[in-house]
Each structure stands twice: as structure tokens, then as C-alpha cells.
């Protein structure tokens, strides 16, 4: 069965909101006498203070989003992050930043129409951008420290779905997202430990999740992995020759989509 916004599979809800405080305090625990210059791989450029400095900022940036219920682009991103002078107090603000969050959760409706850079044009759109904001900088943490990330199955799937569905509108970010067109061409992603199927179809003037498309619908190319693994994948935090995941089809086309599909 394949819902109104694209996604085929379970539709178990996921509690953004609380999992974003599940999240962060993964986070924070990861952290525990860890270094603040440890590279981090998976982020070109970042040390572990890097990582945690940007995953704070954007739950308090969010959040100050959400405060003032904003109906336009926000011209400035500037915002009160009340930053530790020192590396021992970053566990805490990160802490204190999802308290931050789940403040500004109690006093927006999550039904509140608001402007978001994505589909969804409601408050709930800034909850679910953040946990997958915070999840996956969490997972990035792991890496760097040499721990193994573990990602609950019904997240993963809601995330490859919330990353597929508002990548059309992330070209003021991702301009590179604008190369994905083509002749009626199809990628498919399909989770291989339960149900999850995702079609994304490439057009002359765009791309997008094709909500009609069964799941027996052939595709051009077919990738093929956990659900865990595939939300990895389409981040950018899992290399497609990986042996997580597997794919066929037509080469060019799955060269063209992970080419221009980060952000």
C-alpha cells in the first residue's frame, strides 16, 4: 500500500518529538570523555566541537522558528545559542538544546500552518526535520568515536521517506539537486528486512516519489538494503559499493542520482 505522500511499507508512526530527546541524549552520551578534535569522517572539515556546535544551533534555530511562527523565509539565522566557553560544558548545552526543542514543541500546535523549505507547510514539518537532523549527526558522532550506530527500523523508514519527499525542494541548499531530471526514468529503493518501497521517478522538469507506482512496478535501476542502511545510503553516510546494500539496473542513472542527491 503506498501512502498519500509516496512511501509504500508499514506506516508505523514515529514520535518525532520524542525521539529527538532519544536522539540528542544518545548524543550526549557518546560524548562522555571524548575529544573535541576528533575528525569526523563522514563530515569533510568537522571535529566532534564542530558536530555538536551545528546539531545544538539547529535544534535552538528550529526552535526560535517554531517560537515565532514564521510565514516567509527567515531572512537571518541568527539566534541566542548560549555557547560554553569550553569544550567540558558542550555534553550539557547539547542537552539543554533539545529542552530548548521540546519547550517550543509544547507551545506550537504541530497542526499550525507555518513556512517550511519542504512539502509539508505546517509546525510538525520543523519536529521531523530535526530528528532526522539530530539522528543523523548522532550516527556521524558514533563513526568519528569508533562506535557502531544503531537505528530503530520504524525511524529509518520514516526518515528515507521525509529525505525523498523534500528533496525536490532543496535546491537553495543542495543546487545540485536541480540535475536530477531525465526521460521518465525510475529509481527504486526497496528494504530487504521488512516493508518499505520507494519509487522516485525523474522527469524533464523535476522528480519526486510517484504515489500511483506499485510495488511490483519495474524500475531502472533498484537499490536494496536494511532500512537502517538505506537511510545511511541516501545520506551520503554509507558508500553505494558498500556490502550493506546491492543494486542493479542502469549505471549512469544511479551515478547521476547519488552525484546530485546529497545535501
Do not use: K
Not at 544518545?26 to 575528525?39: C, F, G, K, P, Q
Not at 547539547?94 to 529542552?99: G, L, P, Y
Not at 519547550?103 to 499550525?112: I, K, N, Q, S, Y
Not at 556521524?140 to 528533496?167: H, S
Amino acid at each position: 500500500m503506498i501512502s498519500p505522500d509516496g512511501h509504500a511499507g508499514e506506516a508505523t508512526p514515529v514520535d518525532h518529538r520524542a525521539a529527538i530527546a532519544v536522539e540528542t541524549a544518545r548524543l550526549v552520551a557518546a560524548l562522555e570523555n571524548a575529544d573535541a578534535a576528533t575528525a569526523v569522517p563522514s563530515c569533510p572539515g568537522w571535529t566532534l566541537e564542530d558536530l555538536v556546535r551545528h546539531t545544538g544551533s539547529v535544534q535552538r534555530w528550529f526552535s526560535a522558528l517554531l517560537h515565532a511562527r514564521v510565514q516567509e523565509p527567515p531572512r537571518t539565522r541568527d539566534v541566542d545559542l548560549r555557547l560554553p566557553d569550553r569544550w567540558d560544558g558542550y555534553a550539557d548545552w547539547m542537552a539543554e538544546s533539545a529542552t530548548v526543542a521540546a519547550e517550543a514543541f509544547a507551545a506550537t500546535d504541530p497542526d499550525l500552518p507555518m513556512w517550511a523549505w519542504g512539502v509539508d507547510q505546517h509546525a510538525r514539518f520543523w519536529a521531523r526535520r530535526m530528528l532526522f537532523e539530530t539522528l543523523l549527526h548522532r550516527v556521524d558522532a558514533d563513526l568519528a568515536l569508533g562506535l557502531r550506530p544503531t537505528i530503530d527500523r520504524a525511524t529509518a523508514v520514516d526518515g528515507i521517506d521525509e529525505f525523498l519527499v523534500n528533496l525536490p525542494f532543496a535546491t537553495s541548499f543542495a543546487p545540485r539537486v536541480a540535475n536530477l531530471r531525465g526521460p521518465d526514468l525510475t529509481v527504486r529503493f526497496r528494504a530487504t528486512d521488512g516493508d518499505g518501497d520507494w519509487l522516485v521517478r525523474l522527469r524533464p522538469d523535476g522528480f519526486g516519489l510517484d504515489p500511483a507506482a506499485a510495488a511490483t512496478e519495474p524500475a531502472d535501476a533498484t537499490v536494496r538494503g536494511t532500512a537502517a542502511d538505506l537511510l545511511l545510503l541516501v545520506y551520503g553516510r554509507l558508500r553505494r559499493d558498500a556490502e550493506a546494500v546491492t543494486h542493479d539496473g542502469d549505471e549512469e542513472l544511479l551515478n547521476l542520482w547519488f552525484d546530485n542527491s546529497a545535501f
